[in-house]
């Protein structure tokens, strides 16, 4: 399975402090994307890093790939309590259409 | 900013009935998806369809689930004969056509915000 599988499950952190969450894949890949989830609601797309890039960054957002390790990691810097969501890595495979998501990490940031 | 919609959000449907869930992708975008996610579990792949077809599918999209794209606008998931464990989220999700070799994209997906599908 090329499934992304992220870890901590669950992750609990004061306003402020940063919350790190990790992945790891299985399988070659075109990109890994990182998505967060609001409870009951759709996916919100993050960020992409493609398979030859090693960090990238948006705002708050620290994203690295390491594909000699299958893993990448999401840093979001300074949390607020609106960045209480559940986050999940996606990854997409070398020449298949379709997109294969990890059980994902639920953040709580305590305001 | 476009977005994917929906409808309806929520469907309840007597085991048994078949249900169709509906999806409008953002007009320019060229690959679609269906994913559901039983609650409090992982999102699960379906189904993508590209120049209309299947291009890809899971091991959960067995003959009872299948994909049309009926008028070139709407993207439609339908469950012929539905079980207690239909139950689920259902999330469509679209993306554009970026270069590169047919079947894939660097672009991420844009996801609606989904069907709740209760299956009694």
């Known amino acids: 399975s090329q499934q992304g599988e992220e870890d901590p499950q669950a992750l609990s952190i004061q306003e402020g402090e940063n919350a790190t969450m990790n992945c790891s894949y299985k399988?070659?890949?075109?990109?890994l994307q990182w998505y967060r989830q609001n409870s009951g609601r759709g996916l919100v797309h993050l960020i992409l890093i493609r398979s030859n890039e090693r960090e990238k960054h948006s705002g708050r957002l620290r994203v690295t790939l390491d594909t000699s390790k299958k893993s990448s990691s999401l840093l979001i810097t300074a949390s607020r309590a609106a960045d209480t969501a559940s986050y999940f890595c996606a990854t997409d495979a070398k020449n298949n259409n379709d997109m294969r998501f990890g059980a994902g990490t639920r953040l709580t940031v305590k305001p | 900013e476009p977005e994917v919609t929906q409808t309806p959000s929520h469907q309840v449907t007597q085991m048994g009935q078949e249900v169709i869930l509906r999806c409008v992708p953002i007009?320019?975008?060229?690959?679609f998806y269906w994913y559901r996610q039983i609650l409090g579990q992982k999102v699960e792949f379906l189904v993508s369809f590209y120049n209309n077809e299947i291009s890809e599918k899971s091991e959960i999209f067995d003959d009872q689930f299948s994909v049309e794209r009926p008028d070139g606008s709407n993207f439609t998931l339908k469950i012929r004969s539905t079980k207690l464990e239909d139950s689920a989220m259902y999330f469509c999700?679209?993306?554009?056509?970026?270069?590169?070799?047919?079947?894939?994209?660097?672009?991420?997906?844009?996801f609606g915000d989904g069907t709740r599908l209760s299956i009694l």
């Open positions: 999700a679209s993306r554009e056509r970026a270069g590169g070799p047919i079947g894939y994209s660097n672009q991420p997906q844009h």
């Open positions: 399988t070659s890949i075109n990109n």
């Open positions: 007009s320019n975008h060229l690959y």
